[in-house]
Structure formats: structure tokens, C-alpha cells
């Protein structure tokens, strides 16, 4: 079964330091990763994918993730934070399709980042 | 970009009735929705798996003929609530894939949520 942990529940950073949103990952043979943002009361916006190739991956809004295959991490990085990064981030994990006519997504339970000015 | 639409935002009921959620893919067709459920504070949990003409799959746990779920064309699926009781209030949201080939490197598009407030 694959999981995602997502060991921090909040991360407190100032604006304009660099900000750091961790993320592991369990899923058998190689992973899709992707990393949401939410809002509140709002549905789930799309950051950016690792699917292969260059382990580091950049998103939307300035947001890059790095893949460590040897650790199992998609931590999420930002150089620079700004208030209006504050939401709830979810990383997520789905192994390749299988043909079993399923491709069931699974989110880590979100790491709430307040961004202080 | 792709745009998915959830209707309404926001619902209150009263106890025993039932409510109807909209999810409609506004730009592209989507073979697939998917359902997902989400407690304050915590992840989304996957119910239930919707493919345009067939019936859902249901995760382990969610009550089928509770959360009715119907995908009947390729841009909307509907979830019903039946005999709603408080403990069914949450934020409801709906995603889908762009279409084609089903592929692990797909996307999903998100609904902006329902909100769900059973009295």
C-alpha cells in the first residue's frame, strides 16, 4: 500500500526567508509525487508533479520540489515566502498505472504553513 | 486550464433529507471523477471512484447506498447524500482527470468543495 507522511501539522516562517515543507513517501516501484495547495474553504490547486527526469521540479508561485529517491522526499522549497503562501499543503503519492483500472491518489494529512510578516 | 465546477458551495438540511452535489468538468471531458471527503484539520479521503457510464467504486468503509454516486456523461457526476444525518456534515470535494488513457502522471483538477451542514 503506498502512504505519504508529512511529519510537520504547521511551519512558521517569516517573509522573505526561505520555507521548507517536508515530505516522505512509501509506494511500490517508481513514484508519482505531487504537492496541492489549499486554501480555506476552497478545493485543492495544483503546484507541480514529479513524474521523471530532473529530480528537482519547479511549480507555480516560485514553489520547486526535490525528489530523493535514497530518502523517499518531495520536500517542498520556496527561496523567498510571502504572506500570501499561507494555506494547508498536501503532498501526494500514486504509483505508475497498473491496468487495474484504479489510479487512487494518496495525500499526506497537510502541513499548514503561516507565512509572518 | 482545465476548470472543474462543484454545486453548491455551501448546503444546509435538516436531518433525514437528502442533498445533491454537483461536480462538472467546465473545459475538458473527464472519463474519471473521483469523490473525496475531508474532516477540519485533517486529509482528504478518497470515497469513491467515479468512470462516466458504469458504476462507482467505493472505497473500504464509505457506504454506497448511502454516498450515491452517478457519472452520467463525460463532464458531470453527481454525489448524493441520502438520509443525511449530522455526522455526514464535511467539506465534500470532487476531482478529475483531463481525460484520455488513464496515466499515474495525470493531474487532477479540483472542485472548490462543498460544504455540507446536517441540523
Known amino acids: 500500500a503506498q502512504s505519504v507522511a508529512q511529519p510537520e501539522d504547521q511551519v512558521n516562517v517569516a517573509e522573505g526567508n526561505p520555507l521548507t515543507v517536508k515530505c516522505t513517501y512509501s509506494?511500490?516501484?517508481?513514484?508519482?509525487l505531487f504537492w496541492y495547495v489549499q486554501y480555506p474553504n476552497r478545493g485543492l490547486q495544483f503546484l507541480l508533479k514529479?513524474?521523471?527526469?530532473?529530480?528537482l521540479v519547479k511549480g507555480s508561485y516560485g514553489f520547486e520540489a526535490e525528489f530523493n529517491k535514497s530518502q523517499t522526499s518531495f520536500h517542498l522549497k520556496k527561496p523567498s515566502a510571502l504572506v500570501s503562501d499561507s494555506a494547508l499543503y498536501f503532498c501526494?503519492?500514486?504509483?505508475?498505472?497498473?491496468?487495474?483500472?484504479?489510479?487512487?491518489?494518496?495525500f499526506g494529512k497537510g502541513t499548514k504553513l503561516s507565512v509572518i510578516p | 486550464g482545465a476548470v472543474v465546477s462543484q454545486h453548491p458551495s455551501w448546503v444546509i438540511c435538516k436531518s433525514g433529507t437528502s442533498v445533491k452535489i454537483e461536480c462538472r468538468s467546465l473545459?475538458?471531458?473527464?472519463?474519471?471523477m473521483f469523490w473525496y471527503r475531508q474532516f477540519p484539520k485533517q486529509s482528504l479521503m478518497l470515497m469513491a471512484t467515479?468512470?462516466?457510464?458504469?458504476?462507482?467504486?467505493?472505497e473500504q468503509g464509505v457506504e454506497k447506498d448511502k454516498f450515491l454516486i452517478n457519472h452520467a456523461s463525460l463532464t458531470l457526476s453527481t454525489l448524493t447524500v441520502t438520509s443525511a444525518h449530522p455526522e455526514d456534515s464535511s467539506f465534500y470535494i470532487c476531482?478529475?482527470?483531463?481525460?484520455?488513457?488513464?496515466?499515474?502522471?495525470?493531474?487532477?483538477?479540483f472542485g472548490a468543495g462543498s460544504r455540507l451542514t446536517v441540523l
Open positions: 476531482s478529475a482527470t483531463t481525460g484520455g488513457r488513464p496515466s499515474g502522471a495525470n493531474v487532477l483538477t
Open positions: 509506494v511500490s516501484g517508481n513514484p508519482y
Open positions: 514529479y513524474i521523471t527526469g530532473d529530480n
Open positions: 501526494a503519492v500514486r504509483a505508475p498505472y497498473s491496468g487495474a483500472g484504479s489510479y487512487q491518489l494518496t
Open positions: 473545459d475538458f471531458q473527464a472519463t474519471t
Open positions: 467515479s468512470n462516466e457510464g458504469s458504476k462507482a467504486t467505493y
